[in-house]
């Protein structure tokens, strides 16, 4: 990538891998620091968070819904505020999940969402990351569906707006937008100028879309970035096998050098945002092979500004 236009986009690192390990996350902290990183995500590991990938993501058995306290979720915080005095690094957004279409569920939801955004405000971060809604099962959704959806979406963006955060939707497996024609139909309703995307390759391969292409045609709404990878015959897994087959950057099938082009090739000064749920390998030696991969085979660096990334809009903001 040598005659690439110049890199505006950093790298961060997502602390899922140590979180879903149940490791020290101020030891994981410290150790990103430590290789180079300034760049920050978590789950926020709330509630109702937690309650939908229990109910509605295929991660096994369901158990009993573990107890969050409101110490835990302030402990958690207090360290995430904490990590740039401490040890450097910047929090660059967090990832919460919602149902949106669940009316009596919507105003709690609502309520996290927001109280999140000034969290993030307050951090100077400048993306809120959304995931969720329930996925499609056994009935088609109707156009009212999709509807409900984006205008919850968009409640939430005209919030963080004037706060200054751009808000971003993160199609998923086993949530509201899993593939191509789902997203194109969010895309059609869903207004822009105030939501917009958080693109990861890996769970629109494993859904059967191409996310190159879905990267070169949403690349104007696209804010945020994760970046990883899946191995074997993605087409043929089922249930949480998928998540099995999420591994290191470059060890998989994802064309991750083709986003990466599109990302130079179009100027994106966003932070593309290196992940991994689960390790078999251990969380510092799948880092440690992950920004080698970026460094070492795609030349690239993972700082490249000396300041902050801003966040990207497509627009400026007004209300429809």
Known sequence: MTDAPAQRFSFGYHLITWDLAGE??????????????????????????????????SLGPVRLNPVVRDTDIFTRLALFARAEREHGLRIASLFASAEYINPNMWPYERDMMQTLARFLHGCGARILVCGGGPSQGTEARTAGDYRTFAMRLEEIGHYTDALGIRTVYHPHLDCFI???????????????????????????????????????????????????????????????????????????????????????????????????????????????????????????????????????????????
């Open 178 to 320: 899993e593939n191509r024609e789902q997203l194109d139909r969010l895309m059609d309703v869903l207004d822009t100028r105030v939501v917009g995307l958080c693109i990861d390759p890996t769970h629109l391969q494993i859904s059967g879309s191409d996310p190159v292409d879905i990267v070169a045609t949403y690349y104007d709404v696209v804010n945020y970035v994760h970046l990883k990878d899946c191995k074997g015959d993605v087409r043929a897994l089922r249930g949480f096998d998928r998540y099995r087959s999420f591994c290191e950057l470059g060890e998989g099938v994802v064309d991750l050098r083709g986003i990466i082009e599109i990302l130079l090739q179009r100027g994106y000064d966003g932070i593309a945002m290196i992940e991994l749920d689960y390790s078999e390998k251990g969380a510092r030696e799948s880092c440690r092979q992950s920004l080698d991969y970026v460094t070492r085979d795609l030349g690239l660096h993972l700082n490249a500004q000396t300041g902050e990334p801003a966040a990207r809009t497509s627009a400026p903001a007004s209300t429809p």
């Open 24 to 57: 020290s996350l101020n030891d994981a902290l410290a150790f990103l620091a430590e290789n180079g990183i300034q760049w920050f995500e978590s789950l926020l590991g709330d509630s109702l968070g937690t309650d939908f990938a229990r109910r509605r993501m």
